[in-house]
């Protein structure tokens, strides 16, 4: 009985013991990160059976267990990961976001600066330093550009380093998960089956670490091992096996950064399939916001630059020559193209260049060939052109022209299309001569004194400065008539043979004979020998004749001009003794068909003018048409618009202005260009563009700092729910830590009386 006594007493005594290791374990490691706080599971020894029932043997330890839920565990790596993605993307997008809002560095401060400076130079337009201060002006809004696409460029060559040093960082860990799942299969083999909690917590621990670099899932295997995943589905510890991921250049840009694996002699991208943690957040700003900043730069700056070009090319500077590029040219990166490293094609030259800039949309594209077929994306709104022209001759898309110039395009390849992500770090500035800035307008347009109707004229512009021929143009206001003459058949005269009479022909204009043409003589040539012989008699009609010979039309204007109608008159005549008879008939160049029965025809024009038509200072006819009060009239890269009503014969000159000392008109032009809306299709103005990309770099920045508090509260609260099951409370270990002592020492007493009894019992068999 003794021994079965103290056999009990010494396993109360080991137990207590061993829960006394346990508890100074769990005290010891209180601030060990990631620790789980541990507990002995006991359970009683096998009772000895005898004829009176079962005699217990004391108590044992079946476990020592840790405090773990696996449900709590994932919740705490998915808020993790979450809270890691929203934080790293806040951080960087309030960077973007803090350069672009900058009250003093920012851009709009520069634009304004700008455009005021024009203003400024609009109101003195010959003051030296009000231009002065706009090439100032213009210097500072070029350096703003090139510093905030620096900026941006700094920015993604950060990101590179970012990538790297996490793809490193994730690396170690996936490697320091496959040591550690070996050593737990080494251990359970080695420990009886029993868990290595230690080793456990450890693992834990690190993927833990893991799920703030990347999203991850695990799946425990038979051995114990666990078997872990990233983003959305990618092994990366199978067993006892890692595998690293690499970083690789992007298939279009080589200086982009991707994720991969290696595959064969290869790799494989996984940047889009990664999610979660920091290097979630650094791939998703990179895509949903740093790109779309740096193309809304660029289409500011080409916009900008392109339209104030064309503009300020259409006016004249103080030297009297026309304008030329205020902003230099963008550079041969803007556009920029560039092919997938696995293209197999021959093309070595697609031109890519911007033809209308109105047009463009800031985004990217995409050009592939499948088949035969060539199609254009637009990767923002995945909208897809198939192209028709393209590659066997130029095709425009949304601003944008596409040319094959040299080699050809294989089945598969594709090419990526930046129209305006270089424009910011290509802009410059291509005024430095303040005199050379084109305020004025090249041309003048006026009105005759002597015009005796109400028709005005405004000052007249140049619309294209290519076109443009500098000279003293007069517009004429004019009747437009049906004379015509080709030498063959207008005017020909048909007698009957009847009689013997000789016919005539006879053009009168208010009354007055103009041209005789007898039978058999010969016939005009053409409308310019017609407006020549109505010409010879001017001064006795008052009405002269023009010849637009590109249209093939006779005009007929009051010289002088007047507002009363004039008549013109075809006569069928005999110049002989024999009277007409119906039979005989002329044709005239007006075309009245005269017979005998009816031998005159008379047309009257009314003293408003419903035509009209140019002349340079050679009397060449270089425009001409039909009237319409407000209408554009158009020619050598010339606009000017009549309004009202003009009588025949009324006059405007339009002449090349050599002095821009005092206009401005092309100034207010310029100044225009800053509300105007002359981007996205004739939509947006600058700081339409300018004030979308701010709000969406505001609003991206925005949702990410709530989504980081959000994600933040609930990683708190896991973690304080993973305290609560897992965590070391030194309150109740110091409890624990006394009762284990108060049973330690009742189990010595244990042994103490088993002692007692055994002494007992031997001192009675020695006596």
Do not use: C, W
């Not at 809004?141 to 620096?150: D, E, I, N, W």
């Not at 340079?616 to 009202?644: C, R, W």
């Not at 000392?661 to 100044?671: K, P, T």
């Amino acid at each position: 009985m003794a021994g079965g006594i103290l056999a009990s007493g010494v396993s109360g005594l080991l137990a207590a013991q061993r829960a006394l290791a346990t508890t100074a374990h769990n005290i010891n490691n209180v601030n060990t990160e990631g620790y789980s706080r541990q507990r002995v599971e006991f359970a009683t020894r096998t009772p000895d059976a005898t004829g009176y029932g079962f005699v217990g043997n004391g108590v044992q330890i079946n476990s020592i267990e840790r405090s773990f839920d696996a449900f709590v565990t994932s919740q705490l790596r998915s808020s993790t990961s979450s809270s890691e993605q929203a934080s790293e993307f806040n951080k960087l997008a309030s960077r973007v976001n803090n350069l672009l809002v900058d009250a003093d560095a920012g851009l709009m401060p520069s634009l304004q600066a700008f455009f005021n400076s024009v203003q400024l130079v609009s109101e003195s337009p010959g003051d030296n330093v009000a231009r002065q201060t706009l090439v100032s002006d213009s210097e500072t809004l070029v350096a703003r550009f090139q510093s905030f696409s620096q900026g941006l460029a700094d920015t993604r060559a950060s990101l590179n380093q970012t990538i790297q040093t996490e793809v490193t960082a994730i690396n170690g860990l996936t490697t320091a998960i496959g040591n550690v799942n070996r050593e737990i299969s080494s251990a359970i083999s080695n420990g009886s089956g029993n868990t290595p909690n230690d080793l456990l917590d450890k693992r834990d621990q690190l993927v833990l670490e893991l799920s703030k670099h990347v999203s991850v899932t695990t799946v425990e295997d038979g051995s114990g091992a666990l078997n872990v995943f990233i983003g959305t589905g990618q092994a990366v510890v199978v067993g006892f096996e890692s595998r690293d991921l690499l970083t690789m250049n992007n298939a279009y840009d080589p200086e982009q950064l991707e994720v991969g694996f290696a595959a064969g002699s290869g790799a494989v991208e996984l940047s889009a399939q990664l999610r979660g943690g920091s290097l979630g957040g650094l791939l998703n700003f990179r895509t949903q916001l740093l790109d779309s900043a740096e193309d809304g730069l660029g289409h500011i700056a080409m916009g900008l630059a392109e339209t104030f070009n064309q503009q300020h090319q259409l006016g004249i500077d103080l030297n009297g020559a026309l304008g030329g590029d205020f902003f230099s040219s963008l550079g041969a990166n803007t556009p920029q193209i560039l092919g997938n490293q696995n293209n197999t094609s021959s093309a070595s030259q697609i031109d890519v260049s911007v033809t209308d800039v109105t047009q463009l949309t800031g985004s990217n594209y995409r050009l592939d060939r499948t088949g035969t077929n060539y199609t254009l994306t637009n990767l923002d709104s995945n909208n897809t052109v198939l192209l028709t022209s393209f590659p066997g001759g130029p095709e425009t898309v949304d601003g944008i022209t596409l040319d094959l110039t040299v080699g050809t395009i294989a089945d598969g390849d594709s090419f990526l299309i930046r129209p305006v992500r270089n424009a910011a770090q290509d802009m410059g500035l291509a005024i430095t001569d303040p005199r050379s800035i084109a305020m004025a307008v090249p041309v003048r347009a006026t009105h005759s004194l002597e015009n005796t109707g109400s028709g005005a004229i405004d000052s007249g512009r140049v619309t294209n400065s290519a076109a443009y021929i500098a000279d003293s143009y007069a517009v004429i206001m004019a009747d437009t008539t049906s004379g015509v003459a080709d030498g063959a058949t207008i005017g020909l005269i048909n007698d009957d043979v009847a009689t013997a009479n000789t016919l005539q022909y006879r053009l009168m204009i208010n009354g007055t004979a103009v041209y005789t043409q007898n039978e058999g003589d010969p016939l005009l040539a053409d409308q310019d020998a017609l407006a020549a012989q109505i010409n010879l008699s001017t001064a006795t009609t008052g009405v002269r004749a023009y010849v637009d010979n590109v249209s093939a039309t006779l005009y007929m204007a009051q010289d002088p001009r007047s507002a009363l109608p004039f008549t013109v008159t075809e006569a069928l005549l005999d110049s002989g003794a024999t009277p007409l008879d119906a039979a005989d008939s002329v044709t005239g160049y007006f075309g009245a068909a005269l017979t005998g029965a009816a031998p005159a025809s008379t047309v009257t024009y009314g003293g408003v003018a419903d035509s009209y038509i140019v002349l340079d200072s050679a009397g060449n006819t270089e425009a001409s048409g039909l009237y319409t009060s407000g209408d554009p009239i158009t020619f050598n890269g010339i606009e000017a618009s009549v309004s009202g009503d003009a009588n025949s014969g009324d006059s405007f000159s339009i002449v090349h202005n050599s002095s821009g000392v005092s206009d401005n008109r092309n100034a207010l032009l310029l100044g225009a260009l800053q509300t105007g809306l002359t981007l996205d299709g004739g939509t947006s103005s600058y700081e339409d563009i300018f004030g979308s990309l701010v709000a969406d770099v505001g609003s991206q920045t925005h949702q990410s700092e709530v989504s980081s508090k959000a994600h933040n509260s609930v990683l708190q609260a896991n973690l304080e729910e993973r305290a609560s099951i897992s965590g070391v409370n030194l309150d109740e270990e110091a409890a624990n830590l006394m009762q284990y002592q108060q049973a330690y020492q009742a189990a010595a007493q244990i042994i103490s009386a088993a002692d007692s009894m055994f002494q007992t019992l031997l001192n009675s068999i020695g006596r």
